[in-house]
């Protein structure tokens, strides 16, 4: 495999990366997620270099990302709160400013890891923080209605004794009762925010393929993406119908990042190759 086709799938990897790095921080060993959050650092490194500077070296730049950095530990050591999925795009979005500032070879790659960061949480904030601020429960209505729902219609049909219990709650009456909550980490949305940020900033740092084509790429990954989702979550389902909670919980914390690789990247191949 050549520099060529590496770099090409580097954002891909990265977005595999990421996602994770949040579900194992989130869900599952705080250890393998800080590995997986270095290792996504570390593919920056994969993507295409200019072979001179071409970014002058900002020090403002630099000490903001160093300050974002700092920032986003202080705080959670100070209030007690473990690095979870949003703190980890923060952590990102500082060192990428940090390399994007550098001026040196290198500063191309910060640049891509700015943008894509930064347009992470900018979808964040738009479609959660400030919906939520302003009363309006947006994230939950497609969680109910786009995950929940189609799952437990699903789940019915196949003569499984479920049903719906409120708004994202699945009762669970198998080998045990229990009642299962559709969090936001399990809508699927950090994988559909990761997809479309990480082609965006590609789009905006280093591919020559058009907006147009950016866009249909794009849409069949949210696609892959959500069907991806929608298994993961039925499995879980399943799991703790035939084996109980504790074994869906051993699980859990893994499956999400497994089904982003099984079928997101193939996904991704037949479209960017």
């Given amino acids: 495999m050549d520099y ?5 799938y580097a954002p891909l990897l990265l977005a595999f990366l990421l996602i994770a790095s949040f579900i194992e921080l989130s869900y599952g060993s705080k250890i393998l997620g800080l590995l997986f959050l270095v290792i996504a650092v570390g593919t920056l490194t994969f993507l295409p270099k200019t072979p001179h500077a071409t970014l002058k070296r900002s020090i403002p730049g630099t000490v903001a990302g160093l300050a974002i950095v700092t920032a986003d530990i202080v705080y959670n050591t100070m209030s007690g709160s473990e690095i979870q999925t949003v703190d980890s795009i923060v952590i990102l979005l500082g060192i990428s400013l940090v390399i994007y500032k550098s001026g040196t070879k290198y500063s191309e790659m910060g640049k891509f890891g700015f943008f894509f960061s930064a347009i992470f949480l900018a979808l964040f904030s738009m479609l959660f923080v400030f919906p939520i601020k302003a009363g309006i429960d947006l994230p939950y209505y497609y969680g109910h209605y786009a995950v929940t729902l189609p799952v437990v219609t699903l789940l019915q ?37 990761l997809v479309i ?11 020559n393929k058009t907006w147009g084509s950016l866009a249909k790429i794009a849409l069949l990954m949210c696609i892959a993406v959500y069907i991806a989702n929608l298994i993961r979550v039925a499995i879980l389902v399943m799991l703790t119908y035939y084996y109980g909670v504790e074994t869906m919980l051993v699980v859990h914390a893994h499956l999400g990042w497994i089904f982003f690789a099984l079928i997101v990247f193939p996904t991704a191949y037949k479209f960017l190759r």
Avoid: P
Wanted: aromatic residues 14%.
């Fill in 4 to 8: 060529t086709i590496k770099s090409k």
């Fill in 157 to 193: 049909k196949m003569n499984l004794n479920i049903g719906m219990y409120g708004e994202r709650l699945i009762f669970v009456n198998g080998v045990e009762n229990a009642l299962l909550k559709i969090d936001l980490a399990c809508f699927g949305w950090y994988s559909l925010l």
């Fill in 197 to 207: 940020s990480m082609l965006a900033a590609y789009g905006l740092t280093f591919s």
